[in-house]
């Protein structure tokens, strides 16, 4: 089945001061599927991601140019409410970054902040979010202890928890497995695969078993160009690019 994309981008470029990171680059996002960004190091996964939900604004001497838009709403517009759009599009980092507040606070916290109080509510949403990020059973007893107890592991599910918790469209992942064991990275992928269904989700990677394993599509970035995106299979078994074959069987990276 094809989905309709929720993230289109047309000649991206993003820059640092002078040092052009993104050169122009064009990239749909469909709806429900996983996309994994892949690439050597410095290639400029991240900065790309960081577009997406003007993370980039918060870097001093970072510009974007280009359209980048959500179900058809330019994100770089005036008059873009960007805190809005961060809750339309959840980030979790490499490194689980949970507050130094308990597992409810850090669940319910985007709900707090957009003014909710029902206490009846943040239960209900925080159960919800926890379930989701499939951690519920192993945290429902300890809902009041600090988030900062739990394993890294734990500790990331719990993230995914506050971000889904505010009803995002899109996820975006930088590297959420890399600082975790391999029992952890495989709870969280599971995750990932169940939250498939209802949300669209783009994970930067090192690892290409990973994004063989969980994503439906792969782009492959090479000194901040794109050079070739499609689907997962197609790139891993049959590449149509010298540079995404070498990537891909460890000749560079
Ligand atoms: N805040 C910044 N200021 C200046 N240059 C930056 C900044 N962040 C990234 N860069 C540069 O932009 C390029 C792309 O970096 P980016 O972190 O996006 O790559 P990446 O593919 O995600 O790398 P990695 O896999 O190592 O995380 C690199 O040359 C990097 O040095």
Not at 56 to 73: C, F, K, Q, S, Y
Request: charge should be negative; aromatic fraction near 8%.
């Amino acid at each position: 089945m094809t989905h309709k994309n929720i993230i289109t981008s047309r000649d991206v470029h993003i820059y640092y001061g002078d040092f052009e990171a993104i050169k122009g680059v064009d990239i749909d996002f469909p709806e429900h599927e996983i996309t994994a960004l892949i690439g050597p190091s410095g290639c400029g996964k991240s900065t790309y991601l960081r577009t997406l939900d003007r993370m980039n604004d918060l870097v001093p001497g970072a510009r974007t140019t280009g359209d980048i838009r959500l179900n058809g709403e330019d994100i770089y517009a005036a008059n873009t409410d960007v805190v809005q759009l961060r809750k339309r599009v959840g980030m979790v980092f490499q490194q689980p970054n949970p507050f130094p507040f308990s597992i409810y606070d850090n669940v319910v916290y985007g709900l707090r902040l957009a003014g909710i109080r029902d206490r009846a509510m943040l239960d209900e949403a925080c159960e919800q979010s926890l379930k989701q990020a499939a951690i519920w059973d192993e945290v429902k007893d300890q809902l009041h202890d600090s988030a900062l107890g739990l394993s890294g592991g734990q500790q990331q599910r719990v993230v995914m928890a506050r971000v889904l918790a505010v009803q995002p469209e899109v996820i975006l992942l930088d590297e959420p497995t890399s600082a975790l064991d391999p029992i952890s990275s495989s709870q969280i992928e599971d995750t990932l695969l169940e939250l498939r269904e209802q949300y669209t989700i783009i994970i930067v990677t090192h690892n290409m078993q990973q994004a063989s394993r969980i994503s439906d599509r792969t782009a492959f970035f090479l000194q901040g160009n794109i050079i070739e995106v499609g689907p997962t299979k197609g790139i891993f078994m049959d590449p149509q690019h010298k540079e995404t074959e070498d990537y891909i069987s460890g000749r560079f990276g």
